[in-house]
């Protein structure tokens, strides 16, 4: 068994076609973006050659059941090494919870922070985006070769990231609102998007 240590994986925020992720654009009416998708899969061996037993994700799931009703449950923009959430750094809430099979579905409301408002714009700006879930275990080689986490395991957070390790893991809005504005590459759209951000708190 390895020694215990951040195990950090992703998912594809993916279009609308076979029941994927999707964005719910509903800020004219509440004010709020959410994500809506799956965040982890059960007993399915990742592009990490990680599998995480049913078992484990359960009670993981229950565990964090109390976070998401106390408001708790938070990540960051971007992946840290660290196995708690900088407050400074928060740019999501995770609203809602639950199992579609061996897949943990969940809807995630982007905040009004300052990295909340870096994620807006990257979604309003048709940036393709990651989802990734952070905890802390050990894992075990079995018989194929796949590491195989272990009971110690516990999540800490999702966190919304740019570039996953995992190939094609990545998270593709359904509807936006983009005002008609110009088509442009993916490096000119974050550019943009930061160069605004950073415009308004000048």
């Not at 799956?38 to 037993?53: D, G, I, S, T, V």
Request: glycine residues 10%.
């Amino acid at each position: 068994m390895s020694e215990r240590k951040i195990l950090r994986e992703w998912l594809p925020l993916e279009r609308k076609e076979g029941g994927k992720f999707l964005i719910e654009d509903n800020r004219p009416q509440g004010g709020r973006l959410l994500l809506r998708g799956p965040m982890q899969r059960a007993e399915a061996l990742n592009q990490n050659k990680r599998m995480y037993p049913r078992r484990i994700l359960q009670r993981e799931f229950q565990n964090y059941l109390k976070a998401v009703a106390e408001s708790r449950a938070m990540g960051e923009l971007d992946h840290p090494d660290t196995s708690t959430v900088s407050l400074e750094k928060v740019s999501h809430i995770v609203r809602e919870m639950s199992w579609d099979g061996d897949t943990w579905m969940g809807v995630i409301e982007v905040l009004g922070t300052p990295c909340g408002k870096i994620l807006e714009n990257l979604v309003d700006s048709g940036v393709t985006l990651g989802i990734s879930s952070r905890g802390v275990g050990s894992t075990s080689k079995n018989e194929s070769g796949a590491d195989v986490v272990q009971d110690d395991f516990t999540l800490v957070c999702f966190d919304m990231v740019a570039e996953p390790s995992t190939h094609g893991a990545f998270m593709l809005p359904e509807s936006i609102d983009r005002n008609g504005g110009p088509v442009l590459s993916k490096p000119d759209r974050i550019n943009r998007a930061l160069r605004a951000l950073k415009g308004k708190g000048e």
